[in-house]
């Protein structure tokens, strides 16, 4: 497997832009996860999903920020409108329903809003 | 609820020094346990894992840690640290749900 892949790996818009991540997890994971890491704020969970369905989207800073998983191998992370606040790197990662199972990380997608 | 806390924001050692991360965590049942690096543009990595057995487990670049139950404490360490080793590192507990708590991390910097 080719790990967690995630797409684009850097990206750069205008504020009040909409932004799209994207992210395939390992198949065979039953979880997937989304987060934010900043310099002031570490590494936050966004939201994580089971089989598809979200579980705790309670990280999700406001309205401006979705997050769907239409099917096993694809999540989308949508930020409408941008806005500088949101420049940070965005990580997705998987894990599988043992719980000995570790989660795998993607490179991350870099986001700068200008 | 659960939380994991790394007390050294930062750690400077030199090469050839031997080190070692603290990660304490808060967890009602067995925990399981994550410690991994973060090397600068990159994803996390894992570097090892606990979940039953042997207390003592080892890991990937030389790097072990132990898990004591009566601290709840998983600490990391390397008895001679490499200049590559400068990065950072998260410690991490998997709860029931299988959402994974990260701790702040703590930055190892390596000095020549």
């Known amino acids: 497997d080719a790990g967690v892949i995630q797409s684009p790996r850097h990206e750069v818009t205008e504020m009040g832009q909409e932004v799209t991540l994207r992210c395939k997890p390992i198949s065979g994971h039953d979880y997937l996860f989304w987060y934010r890491q900043t310099m002031m704020r570490g590494l936050e969970l966004l939201i994580y999903f089971n089989n598809n369905v979200p579980i705790d989207d309670s990280g999700m800073p406001e309205d401006r920020f979705s997050a769907k998983m239409p099917n096993a191998s694809f999540s989308t992370l949508k930020i409408q409108p941008s806005e500088p606040r949101d420049s940070a790197v965005y990580f997705c990662?998987?894990?599988?329903?043992?719980?000995?199972?570790?989660?795998?990380f993607g490179q991350g997608t870099r986001l700068t809003v200008v | 609820a659960q939380s994991v806390t790394q007390p050294d924001i930062h750690i400077t050692v030199s090469e050839g020094a031997s080190l070692e991360l603290r990660c304490n965590y808060s967890y009602g049942a067995t925990p399981y346990l994550f410690w991994y690096v973060q090397s600068p543009g990159q994803g996390l990595q894992l570097l090892l894992k606990y979940f039953s057995g042997d207390t003592l487990v080892q890991g990937i670049k030389g790097f072990e840690a132990e898990f004591k139950r009566s601290q709840s404490s998983f600490n990391l360490r390397k008895p001679s640290v490499h200049w590559s080793d400068a990065a950072e590192y998260f410690c991490a507990v998997k709860d029931y749900g299988q959402n994974f708590v990260f701790g702040p991390g703590t930055r190892l910097s390596v000095l020549p």
């Open positions: 990662a998987s894990t599988s329903r043992d719980r000995a199972t570790e989660a795998f």
